[in-house]
């Protein structure tokens, strides 16, 4: 049975219409968990530092994607529920277009400056080139990437999630069939510059199925074509999705920060253990961004048509359900952190203990995590964007600052993994009072 952004969402409904943007967050994160294996294990323990290293400026520059994606499917969905579905496609159109060219300027810029933020952050040698090899090849690829980042909520708006997925399933077999091939068979020399390579091909897939999906006459509510420009259009875009793209910048950010504070604390091992940690939270993390992904354009259309019942149900039943997620992903975490640390390190006792240690602390942020990323997306799907942004930076940005360079004052390198709880703990608490402040003015 077709389920469609009109209808009533009970819980039953909620999950099978949210489980194909989670799977898909999830499949994505697994995928990079496999590049992350690969490079590990194949290519060594200084390219995949160098990996760890440079991913944070990687993300930095693709966050646009995330920006017009959920920021324009908020304002698309928002104006489906008000019964313009002309105008509609029309900002979807635009959204596409803008997301693409400044793909195209961002990956010329991110190549431009590459080896010298790389350099900024504690890259020399070996692992400095390492960076430039992997950053420049990923970067090539950037304008596919934003436009694959930007149909992940798309697709949901659309009221086609699954098709999300089979296009993320599709890049994501690209991806590990190529790393199974060029990092494994390549010469040791060309192994990194291969992991690149596979990644990149699968972002082009990711990116280009989906156009001609939507250039094509299909069954959706949303096809590309001809648009207009506004301004206004694009303005509200990127404040409704300007908590994405804080929250990705911040986190990329603080995630430089953090391997500033693990080279002073641990050295190559510290940053090489943080970075065991970021693939496997990916996985977990995912499955509260990808609800949050999957539920937002309900949200948005139900606000556009001002059914203020089915708001209060949505936001009621949502925590819920993250409640019930964050208690099975931590259990899930703590028992998993010895078999994840063998997989990744376990060619080094002196780093799988470090990473088991740290992971074990590490894994109870993912109880409260969720809260704060749906509260987020909540007011994004609401189209406040100030609102959510404030949210996200306050969590992705503040709270962690803060949290990583006092706590290891005080606890040394443990208190680098606590400064994650902490920092997640704080989220929850400001997230909740938003929420309270909020429930007049939107009616949940």
Same mark, same amino acid.
């Given at each position: ?51 760890? &290293?440079?991913?944070? *400026? !990687?993300?930095? =520059? @693709? ?5 017009? $994606? ?5 304002? #698309? ?31 010329? &810029?991110?190549?431009? *400056? !590459?080896?010298? =933020? @790389? ?5 020399? $040698? ?5 960076? #430039? ?31 999300? &997925? ?7 077999? @690209? ?54 420009? @506004? ?214």
């Amino acid at each position: 049975m077709k389920i469609q952004l009109s209808d009533h969402f009970t819980y039953g409904r909620l999950i099978r219409f949210t489980i194909p943007s989670i799977a898909m967050m999830i499949f994505i994160s697994i995928y990079g968990v496999v590049d992350g294996f690969f490079v590990s294990n194949f290519a060594g323990k200084t390219p995949f530092s160098a990996v760890n &290293l440079i991913m944070p *400026f !990687l993300m930095i =520059v @693709a966050t646009v994607g995330f920006m017009f $994606g959920t920021g324009g499917t908020a304002l #698309v969905a928002k104006t489906l529920g008000e019964g313009e579905r002309e105008k509609a496609n029309q900002y979807f159109s635009l959204f596409v277009y803008v997301t693409f060219a400044l793909g195209v300027v961002f990956s010329l &810029l991110g190549i431009l *400056f !590459l080896r010298p =933020v @790389a350099s900024l952050l504690g890259a020399e $040698g070996e692992l400095l080139e390492n960076c #430039v090899v992997y950053g420049r090849i990923i970067l090539a690829a950037l304008p596919f990437h934003v436009l694959q980042l930007l149909f992940q909520s798309f697709f949901i708006a659309a009221e086609k999630p699954h098709l999300g &997925l089979v296009v993320t399933i599709s890049a994501g077999l @690209a991806n590990m069939l190529l790393d199974a091939v060029l990092v494994i068979f390549l010469p040791q020399e060309y192994k990194l510059a291969g992991a690149a390579i596979a990644t990149a091909i699968s972002q082009f897939v990711g990116g280009v199925i989906p156009l001609f999906y939507f250039f094509r006459k299909n069954s959706s509510i949303l096809r590309l074509g001809k648009t207009f420009f @506004a301004g206004k259009a694009i303005v509200k875009a990127c404040t409704n999705g300007s908590s994405e793209f804080m929250s990705n910048v911040s986190m990329s950010v603080v995630g430089m920060l953090y391997n500033i504070q693990l080279f002073k604390y641990a050295g190559e091992d510290g940053v090489a253990a943080y970075g065991v940690m970021m693939y496997v939270s990916m996985i977990f993390a995912a499955a509260f961004i990808g609800y949050s992904i999957g539920v937002a354009p309900v949200i948005s259309f139900h606000h556009g048509a001002k059914n203020e019942e089915e708001l209060k149900g949505l936001l009621r039943r949502s925590m819920r359900m993250i409640g019930a997620f964050g208690v099975g992903m931590v259990i899930a975490a703590e028992c998993s952190a010895l078999p994840l640390a063998k997989i990744f390190v376990g060619y080094d006792a002196g780093l799988m203990e470090l990473t088991i240690s740290g992971f074990k602390i590490f894994a109870l942020s993912f109880f409260f995590m969720g809260f704060a990323i749906f509260s987020s997306g909540f007011f994004t799907a609401l189209n406040d964007g100030l609102t959510s942004a404030l949210i996200s930076f306050l969590r992705t940005l503040v709270f962690q600052v803060a949290a990583v360079m006092l706590l290891p004052l005080l606890w040394g390198i443990h208190g680098v993994w606590i400064s994650i709880v902490v920092a997640e703990i704080m989220a929850v608490v400001i997230s909740v009072i938003f929420l309270l402040i909020k429930r007049k003015k939107y009616h949940y």
